[in-house]
């Protein structure tokens, strides 16, 4: 079975500043991809950043980068220079293997940034 | 086109009556998927089409749940006998290879 743990449940940061949200994960797959999603209050899902596992090099995207320590299990997420629209539910997820296509799901973390 | 859409956006019903859920996929995506989202927790996998292979039911909570795929496009949820217990947001999600799309989802109120 594959799980994903997301211990923060809210977290805020001052806007312009950098903020990390972490996320554990377990699996016994060997190829298996790593994503982060944002849901603002809209509800609407949103990919943030993703991440292959076979991949050593850590996926970025504009303000937005993780840390993959794949021995660790552990993929976090740095937001730098927080925005207010930044405010939303991040939920760190994952996929591979025979469940390849189906996502597991962690807590989620409340972000909340402030002016 | 426009993403994902999912009807109706809210839906609040009586315990024991039977909902319906539909979820349109963008035109082209092969896989539909649906999600459970109850409050406060993370989502929770439900079904999953790909083509036209059999369905992958696993999630499904219990055999009130059920759902069906349209020629291979709009994907209805059917929940019978409503229970208190099955509210919550359900979010439909279609995807062509890795990259998966999500709708707004339907808030489901069971009173």
């Known amino acids: 079975a594959q799980t994903v743990t997301q211990s923060q449940p809210e977290m805020s940061v001052q806007e312009a500043e950098t903020v990390t949200l972490s996320c554990t994960y377990d699996?016994?797959?060997?190829?298996?991809?790593l994503f982060w999603y944002k849901q603002p209050p809209s509800r609407q899902m949103i990919l943030v950043i993703r991440q292959e596992a076979y991949k050593q090099q850590n996926a970025t995207e504009n303000r937005f980068s993780v840390n993959f320590q794949k021995a660790a299990k552990s993929f976090s997420l740095k937001i730098s220079d927080s925005q207010l629209g930044d405010t939303a539910m991040y939920f760190c997820?994952?996929?591979?293997?025979?469940?390849?296509?189906?996502?597991?799901f962690g807590q989620g973390t409340i972000l909340t940034v402030h002016p | 086109g426009a993403g994902v859409s999912q009807s109706p956006s809210n839906k609040v019903t009586e315990k024991g009556k039977d909902v319906e859920l539909r979820c349109d996929p963008i035109?082209?995506?092969?896989?539909l998927y649906w999600y459970r989202q109850s409050l406060g927790q993370g989502l929770e996998f439900l079904i999953y089409f790909q083509g036209n292979s059999a369905p992958d039911k696993s999630g499904l909570p219990s055999d009130r749940f059920s759902a069906e795929r349209t020629g291979g496009s709009v994907s209805t949820l059917t929940i019978q006998r409503t229970q208190q217990e099955d509210s919550a947001v359900y979010l439909c999600?279609?995807?062509?290879?890795?990259?998966?799309?999500f709708g707004p989802g339907t808030r489901l109120t069971v009173l």
């Open positions: 997820a994952l996929t591979g293997g025979t469940s390849y296509g189906k996502l597991t």
């Open positions: 999600a279609s995807s062509y290879r890795d990259h998966k799309f």
């Open positions: 699996t016994s797959e060997n190829n298996y991809y």
């Open positions: 035109s082209g995506h092969t896989a």
